[in-house]
């Protein structure tokens, strides 16, 4: 069987060289919004352990979208020459560089996820004196314990739509190679999307064609500064608990296939803060999601979500459910999760993925008797074994 996993796929003018992918995961470490060392080794071990498509996490264009006071930022010029290093490390290791742009309208301004995620008093800027106000679609809370976001005027969505447009330029300029909208988890553009969130009366609610309206508009308005040869991602929530359905997210992913999305990543939830158990989600259990999206809008997805095998993420592949492979925090567990799924599906010169300093010595473990498990007990007790070879 030829490994679908590890062939590359191109989309546009970019070649991911295989289909593994780091999915975007906030590290709630950012300074004023900067990037700073933490982020480059986060995300720089991510491609010298051979992942294809190195996804930078959830990026703020608006300092009022930010969750909290650690949140990246893109929402001004300060903030591209730190990126800088970031996408030259991922480059130089063999993998491509990508970007989430976000904005999380009323679930922004809460404490850091072990301090509570509690809201956070409305006086408090994101960096130093910059405003950080709720906006929303409409005036209704995420849940009883977070405040009420104020309804956003035209003249708001505009600016937030702007927003994304001028990030995006920043993007370029940092050298990303891809970007991804989000547009799921309960954040602005997925509350725009919501019946429950959005509760307009003008060309924005209502309608599940008005619904979706400010979502293709920031795709437009992301694809008018993104050159059309390079990938624009969008990710959904496909299902959430208050009502948006797999239909729905099938209607959408058309339409913004018009407006130049290349791929869907497939999430779902996020709307309330009412949420399944994780220790009792099935592997692959939302794969169904990016099955059903890529044959109703015919549109290339990514499938995420309790994938940690490589013969499970091999055979989404060849069942032909998604194109991508997303994958979060088995990669924490695991940074060289490509390394090992490669040696797993017997791909000729798995080593070949990964920076030459990394392959070369691990070229070298696996034909040692060290790189075989099932003999290491034959030296149990023998003593050190002396040798005249050089490394």
């Known amino acids: 069987m030829n490994?679908?996993?590890?062939?590359?796929?191109?989309?546009?003018?970019?070649?991911?060289?295989?289909?593994?992918?780091?999915?975007?995961?906030?590290?709630?470490?950012?300074?004023?919004?900067?990037?700073?060392?933490?982020?480059?080794?986060?995300?720089?071990?991510?491609?010298?352990?051979?992942?294809?498509?190195?996804?930078?996490?959830?990026?703020?264009?608006?300092?009022?979208?930010?969750?909290?006071?650690?949140d990246l930022g893109l929402w001004k010029d300060e903030f591209i020459e730190p990126l800088k290093r970031i996408t030259n490390l991922i480059k130089a290791n063999g993998a491509i560089p990508g970007i989430q742009l976000s904005h999380s309208g009323r679930k922004a301004r809460l404490a850091l996820p072990w301090e509570g995620r509690v809201p956070l008093a409305e006086c408090l800027g994101v960096d130093h004196a910059e405003p950080w106000e709720l906006i929303g679609p409409s005036a209704?809370?995420?849940?009883?314990?977070?405040?009420?976001?104020r309804a956003m005027t035209l003249d708001d969505i505009a600016f937030v739509i702007e927003a994304w447009g001028k990030a995006t330029e920043r993007a370029i300029r940092a050298g990303f190679e891809v970007i991804e909208i989000h547009g799921g988890h309960g954040y602005l553009i997925h509350q725009f999307l919501s019946e429950r969130a959005n509760q307009r009366t003008d060309q924005y609610g209502g309608s599940l064609e008005n619904r979706i309206r400010f979502a293709l508009e920031v795709a437009q308005r992301v694809r008018q500064s993104w050159p059309r040869n390079k990938p624009l991602f969008f990710r959904v929530s496909a299902v959430d608990e208050c009502g948006w359905t797999i239909d729905d997210s099938i209607v959408l992913a058309r339409a913004l296939k018009q407006c130049g999305v290349d791929v869907i990543d497939c999430s779902s939830g996020g709307m309330s803060d009412v949420v399944g158990s994780e220790?009792?989600?099935?592997?692959s259990y939302q794969v169904p999601y990016a099955e059903q999206i890529r044959a109703g809008a015919d549109i290339q997805t990514m499938a995420v979500g309790m994938i940690v095998h490589a013969d499970q993420a091999e055979q989404i592949l060849q069942n032909g459910h998604a194109d991508l492979i997303a994958i979060g925090r088995e990669l924490l567990h695991n940074p060289n999760w490509a390394i090992d799924a490669a040696q797993k599906l017997g791909i000729q010169q798995p080593f070949s993925h990964i920076a030459r300093v990394y392959a070369f010595w691990l070229e070298k473990r696996a034909r040692s008797s060290f790189g075989k498990p099932s003999t290491w007990q034959n030296g149990i007790g023998s003593g050190p074994k002396t040798s005249t070879k050089k490394d």
């Open 140 to 149: 209704i809370a995420h849940s009883a314990k977070y405040a009420v976001p």
């Open 279 to 283: 220790a009792h989600s099935p592997y």
């Open 3 to 70: 490994s679908i996993l590890f062939s590359p796929l191109v989309i546009g003018d970019v070649t991911i060289k295989n289909r593994v992918v780091l999915s975007p995961m906030l590290q709630y470490s950012a300074q004023g919004g900067h990037v700073n060392d933490w982020h480059l080794m986060h995300l720089g071990k991510f491609a010298a352990g051979g992942v294809g498509l190195v996804f930078c996490e959830s990026t703020k264009v608006d300092p009022r979208g930010c969750s909290t006071t650690n």
